[in-house]
């Protein structure tokens, strides 16, 4: 069974804080885990020359703020026996993080979703996205106002994701885990498409429909077999009753399916692509994140080095 051993919450928003960390405090308390809050402020362009000229150390004053900060949001653990360790630093939030979980092996990282700036933030990527792509760790995108327990948990998984090697086994024990430990139900999903159907049925490379029919028939039997192979050692199969498959672009079968049957949770792989291909491909898993308003649990193949030094 998955345990986390060692937790890393980042308090860089105060919208939803309270009820996030209320999750992190019991997903810590549950895996026996050491829980440490952080947060990163943003260094003050013109310290250095007030520091000079008035020996005024505006960085420092700003962490000290925020440890404050810190100290009295998780006072209400602490009075309670629950150890919760606290820390700031300056410098870009995810670039912190992810050293931070480098440097002290954290093996899990929880967050409150950014609110989507849309251009800006597929242009440049937001805290969030890029923490998706580049920390070594699971991360878990937390939503504002979410309640501390799980009742509902889907895996999203894709047997025929040939770059991950033993991703979707990581997120069907992941999500097992959690599942069982919150004594949460598990659904599993896996969504399919036939890669060029709208050409095949209307574009310039149009067939007859009793062919396009064969070939959707028999993509669909290619995936149902890889899903039943892939759940198997798990005593699951598509004819179980929590195991579904469907045809569709995966981000938006995902996140509707989790909205109608009301998941608290979507554990998915993400392969952390960055620079063109990040900006231009992305990945299902920040799709996922832009359209559910579920919590997103994302894993990384084993093996998966982060950019970040």
């Known amino acids: 069974m998955k345990r986390f051993k060692n937790i890393l919450f980042l308090a860089d928003r105060e919208k939803g ?19 440490t809050v952080m947060d990163v402020t ?49 410098g870009i939030p995810f670039i912190e993080v992810v050293r931070a ?14 609110h989507d700036s849309g251009l800006v933030s597929s242009l440049f990527g937001s805290t969030d996205m890029h923490l998706m792509r580049k920390c070594p760790c ?12 799980y009742h509902r948990i889907l895996a ?3 047997p025929f994701d040939d770059e991950s090697g033993n991703l979707q086994r990581l997120i ?13 139900t598990l659904d ?42 892939l759940l198997s050692a798990y005593g699951l199969s598509t004819a179980s009753d929590n195991v579904q498959l469907f045809k569709g672009r995966p981000a938006q079968i995902i996140s509707g399916y989790a909205s109608e049957q009301e998941h608290d949770l979507i554990v998915m792989g ?22 559910a308003q579920t919590a997103v649990l994302t894993v990384k193949p084993n093996g998966f080095v982060t950019p970040i030094a």
Do not use: C
């Not at 024990?173 to 599942?179: F, N, V, Y």
């Open 156 to 158: 999203a998984v894709d």
């Open 42 to 90: 943003a260094d003050i362009g013109l310290a250095d020359y007030i520091q000079r000229t008035y020996s005024v150390d505006l960085n420092a004053q700003l962490r000290e703020q925020r440890m404050q900060f810190l100290e009295t949001l998780t006072q209400p653990y602490t009075d309670k026996g629950v150890p919760v360790y606290t820390t700031v630093t300056s």
């Open 17 to 35: 804080l309270s009820a996030s960390l209320d999750r992190a405090v019991e997903t810590a308390k549950t895996n026996g885990a050491r829980l």
């Open 270 to 291: 993400t392969l952390g692509r960055a620079g063109i291909a990040g900006l231009f491909i992305g990945n299902t898993a920040e799709e996922v994140l832009r359209e």
């Open 172 to 184: 069907l024990d992941l999500a097992t885990s959690l599942s069982e430990r919150e004594h949460a």
């Open 188 to 229: 599993v999903m896996h969504a399919w498409e036939l890669p060029g159907e709208s050409m095949l049925a209307n574009g310039r490379a149009r067939i007859p429909r009793a062919e396009l029919d064969l070939m959707l028939e028999a993509t669909k039997t290619n995936h149902r077999e890889g899903l039943d192979a």
């Open 138 to 149: 699971p991360v878990w995108i937390d939503r504002a106002g979410d309640e501390p327990a």
């Open 101 to 114: 979980v480098q440097r002290n092996a954290h093996d899990l990282v929880i967050k409150v979703a950014e």
